[in-house]
Each structure stands twice: as C-alpha cells, then as structure tokens.
C-alpha cells in the first residue's frame, strides 16, 4: 500500500491460508483514503474480513458505495470525469473512474464485457471459484496482480511456490467461440474426447475457458455445441511449445 501514491491504483485479491482465491480488486489511493473497487456482492465479505486483520492499527473500514459510481473506460478520458487511474492489469484496458455522480457514456456493459474477453482478462467469480483458483491460472502475475518483492502475505507459499517449482498446470486462456455460447462449466474435450478443462465466461463469440496448458496444442476443442479455439494474447506467458 506504501507504494500507492495519490490517483494510482493497484489489482490485488484476498486469498485464503493455503493460496486460494476468494476475491480481486483494484485498491485506488485518494489523499487520505484506499477505495477497494470491487464486485458488489463480494464487498459484505471483504469489509469482515479484513476487520480481522485492523488489530491494532488505526484504520477505519467502511462501505461507501452509495457515495460513488464506477466506470470503466478505454480511449480518452477526459481528467474532469472524476478520479481516473489507468487499469494497472494492461494498457490496452484502460481506465478506472470513480465519480460522485453517473457520468454520460458512449458504451454499454456489454460493450466493456466484449473488450475485455477480447483482450483475456479474467473477471472475478465469472471467470474464478472461490477458494479453488489459484492466481497464476488467471494470470495475476503477468497482469500486475501479485507482488513477488512485498512482504508476507496470507497465501503466500502456496502462491511463490507455484511459480517457482513450475507447478502450474492449467491456464485461463482466451478462445474464440463458433457456434452457440456454452454455459460456464461446461466440459471442454479435444478430439479424442479427452476432458481438456472447462468453460468460463463469455458473450458474442469470445469467452475465456480454463483449460490445459499440455492440451493446448491439441486444439481446437469441442465445449457442448460449439467449437474453441484458443487465442493466447502477447501478455500471457506461456511455455514456448504451447505459443508456435
């Protein structure tokens, strides 16, 4: 948080003891406050949590909802629209903007939904299971999401460990859908009929699926009735055999 200044924001995410997820944020620095932009049904949960964790310090947590909408944006944003940070995950995101009142927009949520599919970007509980995703399988780490320089934090072995024995074996990745959008959860097989992972989120043909990194060469894939095939974007690290 020390590393915050005024207009910046970080994404980070609250983890249980063994590494898991169970919630992601982006942390906007005011002059005198952290504002946590979060999915909505997750705030109740995060404000008790992180009551555990205030001990002794001489911080206030509060929900502040009401005083506040939150926008996204990609293009120009003009410095008068509110409290604009750029999206630390990727340049090509965007922005964040925090106003006091609704703003006028050009786009819809949807619109947004399809730039970021487009784009991979994992969109919490659509995309993640609480207290099963493991955030190098979303890329946390090549979107600016985890700290390997900080302090100790709850999750943190599991997390470090990950990624330094080389233990990941399965990677959300971007695919292009044809045929009929399958519902989150449904099987993904190669064409030996092989369970290769499962479908996540999605809408007008992009969708993200969580999908084997040892398979991903054995695409494209069937997911109920339509076909996948992966699309693995510049930022995303993976092992060289999987990217030609």
């Avoid at 705030?43 to 949590?49: I, S, T």
């Avoid at 970021?116 to 969109?123: M, N, Q, T, V, Y």
Wanted: charged share 20%; with cysteine.
């Amino acid at each position: 948080m020390g590393a915050l200044a005024p207009g910046q924001a970080c994404w980070a995410a609250l983890l249980t003891p063994q590494g898991k997820w169970l919630a992601d944020f982006f942390i906007i620095a005011t002059d005198d406050a952290l504002l946590l932009d979060a999915e909505g049904a997750q705030v109740p949960m995060l404000a008790q949590r992180l009551a555990r964790f205030r001990l002794r310090s001489k911080v206030e947590l509060r929900e502040v909802s009401s005083a506040w909408h939150v926008h996204a944006a990609w293009g120009a944003v003009p410095a008068s629209a509110g409290l604009v940070t750029p999206d630390p995950r990727l340049p090509e995101a965007g922005w964040r903007v925090l106003s006091h009142g609704a703003l006028p927009v050009d786009a819809t949520a949807q619109d947004y939904d399809r730039h970021r599919l487009a784009l991979g970007l994992p969109d919490g509980s659509r995309d993640l299971d609480s207290d099963k995703s493991v955030l190098l399988e979303a890329g946390f780490d090549a979107l600016n999401g985890i700290s390997w320089t900080k302090g100790c934090y709850m999750g943190q072995e599991l997390t470090a460990r990950t990624r330094y024995r080389g233990l990941l074996k399965r990677r959300l990745v971007p695919v292009d859908v044809a045929g009929p959008l399958p519902p989150r959860g449904t099987p993904v097989t190669d064409a030996a009929g092989t369970e290769v992972g499962d479908m996540r989120s999605g809408r007008d043909g992009l969708g993200l699926a969580l999908l084997r990194i040892d398979a991903l060469d054995r695409a494209p894939f069937t997911a109920g009735g339509a076909t996948l095939t992966p699309r693995i974007p510049a930022w995303m690290g993976l092992p060289a055999r999987q990217e030609a």
